[in-house]
């Protein structure tokens, strides 16, 4: 039996060009009276190797207090590389070291959750894509997301935007969009 491939080679070469970033991130759960020292709700950061963001996701959310404080962590991309083929939970404590030097007399969590995150961000995504790669024109099969755009929410938006003029496209070619009402 052999197999059927919906990509062409050039296809294929394309999308095995394309280059991710790898992090660690790190989410920490907190009891409901826990208390944080600082008022932001998101912050980069800058003068660490390690880490490179920490967000107050409780706070971003505005979750309700009953509930606890979070705060999600991301390793830097150099890091993230480093230990990419270490277990999450031997990088855990380097994270957890760091981001204790970054906030002194953070309280204890309750529950930590580190999770390697391989493909991160698009670094080099497909050149030239619109947004999405047509697999197939009929049935219409896409592949879309940041890989055919660019790594940053915009991006992800653009390929959704691409992404639905070109299957409205392929579906009123190929179906034809006829009242099915009919017998």
């Not at 062409?8 to 790898?22: A, D, E, G, M, T």
């Not at 219409?140 to 940053?152: E, K, Q, R, V």
């Amino acid at each position: 039996v052999s197999s059927l491939s919906v990509l062409s080679p050039p296809q294929q070469q394309q999308l095995c060009s394309v280059l991710f970033s790898s992090r660690f991130a790190l989410a920490l759960f907190f009891p409901p009276d826990a208390s944080f020292s600082f008022s932001w709700a998101a912050r980069y950061v800058r003068d660490s190797s390690v880490i490179v963001y920490i967000c107050h996701d409780s706070a971003k959310r505005n979750a309700a207090p009953s509930l606890g404080p979070s705060l999600v962590v991301h390793s830097s991309v150099p890091f993230g590389l480093a230990h990419l083929e270490r277990d999450a939970a031997d990088v855990q404590p380097i994270i957890m070291q760091e981001l204790q030097r970054l906030l002194p007399g953070l309280p204890q969590p309750i529950s930590i959750k580190c999770h390697k995150w391989r493909y991160s961000q698009v670094l080099t995504g497909v050149p030239g894509s619109p947004g999405h790669m047509t697999l197939l024109q009929f049935p219409p099969l896409l592949c879309a997301g940041d890989g055919f755009s660019h790594s940053n929410f915009d991006g992800c938006v653009d390929s959704a935007l691409s992404t639905i003029t070109a299957l409205r496209g392929g579906l009123s070619e190929g179906v034809g969009l006829t009242d099915q009402s009919e017998p």
